[in-house]
């Protein structure tokens, strides 16, 4: 049930006392000094008269209400069903408290407690109380403007929105459309917008919220040329370029990128269109242009922690640790929103340099949030690298997750450790002791397939695989691993192929359920087929296990040269992998 956020006791009761309370004049201060001994009255201690005196008009501009009994007890009944989520009474109560006061703060209350009830007819009449009560308030205005585009009264709405149009133009049309974000009609909606910005044919925001009108109809002929002439009207304007860009990126993320590229050449100073570039390149995944885009808006947006960090990600990304490690080093200069994730990474970059202490000491800073887990156990790896098993799953076994899913990985990360150091037993015993507490996490189902495979327990491996399916049935890797597992270490190759076509189906260019499918293939003595499956597989992802499988294909084959540089090239880049080395000795004089 739903609960509404209490307006504190105590300030409640002051706000309906006040309501009583006859205005006071202020008694002057006593002089104490000479004109000589008196300072200058400083711009601060201006603003601070200023600011009193308007908050002493819009007090005087108040309705006087006597503090009844029934007002109060109805002002508390109100407060208190909301708090006990009873969102009728509250609403009913409060609008009824409006009703009856005039009062423009009790109206304001009605409207929110309506809208969280989403009663859209108490929240209207609630909106018209302090919109006439408060008629200077740009604040109920808006609100009761929005409310009626939602319920499509545009003839009620319109005048209101001339009347505030004309209070701050340009940014009025600016927000335009978040008054109008909710209309069903949005073709009605775009032709409201014209005719509001037919009076101000030379001003580049109106063009601007009717292009944004002409978007959300689904008109982008007409959205784009309402931009082109914003731009022409105000040339470089980057809200119109950024509205343009994003209704490309809907269609064509290329042309999107070509268009913010041409315009950065006109407007090279146009920072937050290079800073919606810099991430467009992310998602295109064109790294190395991104990362030139960010390091060059480090220096446009000085001690800004979203900038560094990306560019700091990127350097990451691309094998630069040392330039990786300043540029995070500063964001934490920059008072970033998530310190701990730059603590993470700055952990990372640590152990890319080799540096073991400095990676830990970065990861010891990571004390909540999505990075808690994934720090401790990289916490752990380090500890058991250095021969300190014991430790790292004592650390492990005392960090408590923030909520089940991080409390499952940590489930994960103790047996990881423990299959690293080929501790398969202990492993199992873990992941069974996880699936104690969480009878239904395929994740752990799945890791304790994996191990129990290692311990040639097969009964366990496709129990808990069959079970995941049964909770995922869309998890292409389950399928896959239950269908290589049946083609390599059983005989049911007709079950096998039928996994495996499922997995493929749900995953058609995953490397390694092409791997598995040629393997089965093999298997089956489909050698040309096999191959075929193999060789995608190898030319998406040169996986040592991969070629293994490959090369024992070609050599099956007769093709005992291709296949022995198969294997020596993967050998050079592998040289300790398990499956590569048990190929070659069985295979190989």
């Known amino acids: 049930m739903a609960h509404l956020k209490p307006l504190p006791l105590y300030a409640a009761l002051l706000f309906a006392a006040a309501c009583s309370q006859p205005g006071v004049k202020a008694s002057q201060p006593v002089a104490v000094e000479t004109q000589a001994q008196q300072p200058a009255v400083a711009a601060a201690d201006l603003d601070a ?71 859209q007819a108490g929240a209207l009449e609630s909106a018209r109380l302090w919109a006439a009560a408060e008629p200077t308030s740009e604040r109920a205005q808006q609100t009761l403007a929005a409310l009626l585009l939602n319920e499509g009264r545009l003839d009620e709405a ?130 190395t242009e991104a990362r030139a885009e960010f390091t060059r ?12 960090f990306a560019a700091g990600l990127l350097s990451l990304q691309m094998g630069d640790v040392e330039v990786a490690r300043d540029l995070l080093t500063q964001t934490l200069e920059y008072n970033p929103r998530d310190p701990d994730m730059v603590h993470y990474y700055l952990g990372q970059v640590a152990e890319q340099m080799k540096q073991p202490e400095v990676a830990a000491a970065h990861y010891v800073e990571v004390t909540t949030g999505n990075y808690l887990v994934p720090a401790r156990a990289r ?20 960090t408590h997750g923030e909520n089940d899913a991080q409390n499952v990985r940590l489930v ?46 097969l009964d366990m491996l ?12 869309d998890d292409a890797q389950a399928y896959n691993a239950l269908g290589y597992t049946l083609a390599d270490r059983t005989d049911r190759l007709a079950e096998a192929v039928v996994l495996l076509d499922k997995a493929l189906a749900l995953a058609p260019e995953d490397p390694f359920i092409l791997d598995s499918v040629g393997w089965a293939q093999y298997r089956a003595g489909n050698l040309a087929r096999a191959q075929e499956y193999l060789e995608r597989a190898y030319k998406t992802r040169p996986d040592p296990e991969i070629a293994a499988h490959l090369g024992e294909v070609l050599w099956a084959r007769g093709l005992r040269e291709e296949a022995g540089k198969l294997w020596q090239t993967s050998l050079q ?15 190989t004089p």
């Open 49 to 119: 008269e200023a600011e009193a005196l308007a908050l002493a008009e819009a007090e005087a501009a108040l309705p006087k209400q006597p503090l009844t009994p029934d007002i109060l007890f109805k002002f508390l009944v109100a407060e208190v069903a909301g708090q006990r989520g009873e969102m009728g009474v509250a609403q009913a109560t409060y609008l009824d408290l409006a009703r009856q006061t005039q009062d423009p703060r009790i109206a304001r209350r009605a409207v929110e407690v309506s809208m969280f009830a989403r009663d």
């Open 158 to 287: 319109e005048p209101i929105l001339r009347i505030l149009l004309q209070e701050d133009t340009a940014n009025s049309f600016l927000h335009l459309s978040a008054l109008m974000g909710k209309m069903r009609d949005t073709r009605a909606a775009q032709e409201l917008v014209e005719r509001l910005a037919a009076d101000h044919p030379t001003l580049p925001e109106a063009r601007f919220a009717v292009a944004q009108a002409a978007a959300s109809a689904g008109r982008s002929e007409e959205a784009f040329a309402a931009l082109q002439q914003a731009d022409e009207q105000r040339p470089g304007w980057e809200p119109a370029a950024l509205l343009r860009a994003q209704m490309l990126a809907k269609t064509s993320g290329p042309d999107a990128l070509a268009f913010m590229r041409d315009f950065l050449v006109r407007h090279p100073g146009a920072r937050d269109v290079r800073l919606a570039y810099a991430r467009a390149l992310v998602n295109a995944n064109q790294f």
């Open 297 to 308: 808006l480090t220096g446009e947006f000085p001690r800004n922690a979203e900038v560094s």
């Open 379 to 398: 916490q752990a790896a380090l500890l058991a690298r250095e021969g300190r098993l014991d430790e790292a799953r004592t650390l492990l076994a005392f």
């Open 412 to 457: 994960q990360a103790q047996a990881e450790l423990l299959r690293d150091n080929k501790k398969h037993a202990e492993a199992v015993e873990v992941l069974s002791a996880g699936l104690k507490r969480f009878p239904d996490s395929a994740d752990l189902l799945y890791d304790r397939a994996m191990v129990a495979e290692k311990l040639d327990k």
């Open 462 to 473: 496709e129990a808990d695989l069959r079970r995941v399916i049964v909770l995922r049935p």
């Open 573 to 587: 880049a592998h040289p300790q992998n398990e499956v590569l080395l048990e190929t070659l000795r069985r295979l």
